[in-house]
């Protein structure tokens, strides 16, 4: 659920999409650069109207589809799609951030592009959950407080602040694709960032993590379908650590030392590195 850019700066942002191929874009016309970055740029534009659609979805804002909207259908063909709606965003999201699925569809997809082309596919992934999501319903725990929801939606808030932030200490425009559209469009070559751990990746591995788990479960009311969507989400993010940290070793030796250094999620109080 979380993007990363290429063997940058970041430890993690590596993680849901490693680099772009190291490659010198082909010489192009000005009709084929314009055409490259108008693509990222498009790319970029329905990727922050995926993003804000998601927010509204999970906090139930404004969306036609509401997460913890009442049941209104059998509660195992709901339970069924909805896990296969989470799955096949998990499938696209890891899969298509693995190096040897990048080689493969370097063949087919030009470098320039590969970044906005894996970020256009998880918004397409996410748009399937949004049109085929069946609510469930079922209130597990709803906060009556006023005080303790208005709380809890910060804590939401906070979440998706921490999200945004973390994408810009990493080079948000590089996570996005934008970076190589733009330097293609200028005829000049993609060079990968510098391996770096600014600000929250100084407190902890995998600040997006936090920012993402924050928006999953900072909840005032938690029904059985946000406890599927949270869960999945979480267990998601959990299994492809594995994968991400592997691939980041592989591109990164200095992230071995890194990652002895400092924990995945919970900063260790009183020590930054």
């Known amino acids: 659920m979380s993007l990363s850019p290429s063997p940058t700066s970041r430890p993690r942002a590596v993680r849901t999409c490693l680099a772009p191929l ?3 874009p082909e010489p192009a016309g000005r009709a084929a650069r314009l055409g490259v970055l108008l693509y990222g740029v498009l790319s970029y534009v329905i990727t922050l109207a ?18 913890d909207a009442p049941g209104s259908g059998p509660l195992g063909t709901a339970l069924a799609v909805d896990l296969a709606l989470v799955a096949l965003f998990g499938v696209q999201h890891s899969v298509m ?44 725990w709803q906060l009556e407080s006023p005080l303790a929801r208005g ?6 808030a906070a979440g998706w602040a921490v999200l945004l932030a973390a994408t810009f200490m990493i080079n948000h425009f ?20 510098a391996f770096r751990t ?51 070793l592989e591109l990164h030796p200095e992230y071995a030392a890194y990652r002895a250094r400092l924990p995945r999620f919970v900063p260790r109080l009183g020590r930054a590195s």
């Open 151 to 156: 709380v809890v939606l910060g804590l939401y």
């Open 50 to 67: 995926a993003f804000a659609w998601l927010a509204g979805f999970l906090g139930n804002l404004l969306t036609p589809v509401q997460l």
């Open 198 to 248: 600014p600000a929250f990746y100084r407190l902890v591995r995998h600040p997006l993590y936090v920012g993402w788990f924050t928006v999953f479960w900072a909840a005032p009311t938690m029904t059985v379908s946000h406890l599927v969507f949270a869960a999945g989400s979480t267990l998601y993010i959990l299994a492809a650590l594995r994968w991400e940290e592997r691939d980041l």
């Open 97 to 140: 951030a693995r190096p040897w699925f990048k080689a493969w569809w370097a063949r087919y997809v030009p470098a320039p592009v590969e970044r906005s082309t894996y970020v256009l596919c998880s918004c397409l992934a996410l748009a399937l959950l949004f049109a085929f999501w069946q609510p469930i319903g079922g209130v597990l």
């Open 22 to 24: 190291d490659v010198a």
């Open 174 to 193: 590089d996570l996005f694709g934008l970076r190589q559209v733009w330097l293609f469009a200028r005829g000049r070559e993609y060079t990968p960032l």
